[in-house]
């Protein structure tokens, strides 16, 4: 094990790195959890498919053109859903929403075999964050510091809208009590959809920036579904600190337990995740309710 401070600068970005992505895909999930009470397993299927969407269109448009493209098709496919199946789901119960939902990765997954198959895709890093910049004595990738500084971005974005707006009183109001919100005058329903929709994007969003530097595969909306719902849990339910917190200790903890305790690495995300269910069932930050 090294010693060196640059070795550790390394593996502190990575961490940063690996965090920042699992925000941007959990931060949607765990408001719509929060908002909706929908349990939506399907939610790592949005972030492939936004993945797919920015590598196809890459080839046409360049990165640029994937990456705003992408969050758009992934937002109109979450429309579509909520007006066709969500909607009517959303007062099913827990156990409706999960069987639901984990059939919809297994068709979303064979859907995407149909349209690009089994081969992986990828898409080239843009020329503006290609090579790597000098930073704490390390050598690092600038697209992979252009990913912590985008979910930084997207953090401040979201603080600034659920903190210091109306939208954002209206959407908290709503995740504490929807039904005192709807009594107030608040289109519950229409809020429902919009930040549904907004969540979708947002996992399009992590799809496509995840795209250049992960294998593009039909089953990665799987490979990530984990993952994403250990933060959520960890963090706590409804809560934009519970998905920083919960991005944050994921991403360290699979990082550095990689380098510290290569042997154990593979269960000690699931032995904090035990504790913290043990310890605080609601999580370490949850939305107050």
Known sequence: M??????????MLNALQLSMLLFLLSVGLTVIFGLMHFVNLAHGSLYAFGAYVAASLSGAFGYWGGFVLAPLAVAALGAVLYFTLIRSMRRAGPMAQVLVTFGLIFVAVDATRLIWGD???????PKT????????????????LFIIGLGLTVLAALTLVLSRTQIGAMIRAGV???????????????????????????AGLAGA?????LSVTPDMGLQILIPTLIVIVIGGLGSLKGAVAGSLIFGFVQTFGAVLLPTLNSVLIYALLAAVLVIRPEGLLPAKG
């Not at 964050?129 to 992979?144: D, K, T």
């Not at 920036?209 to 530097?213: I, M, Q, T």
Request: glycine letters at 10%; one cysteine or more; hydrophobic letters at 55%.
């Open 2 to 11: 090294s010693t060196d401070l640059g070795f550790w600068v390394l593996q």
């Open 119 to 125: 081969l992986p895709m990828g898409s080239a890093v």
């Open 129 to 144: 964050f290609e090579g790597q910049l000098a930073l704490l004595g390390v050598q690092y990738p600038i697209y992979r």
């Open 176 to 202: 504490d009590n929807d039904q005192m919100a709807a009594c107030l005058g608040i289109n519950v329903e229409r809020m429902f959809m919009s930040v549904f929709v907004v969540g979708c994007a947002l």
């Open 209 to 213: 920036v995840a795209a250049p530097v």
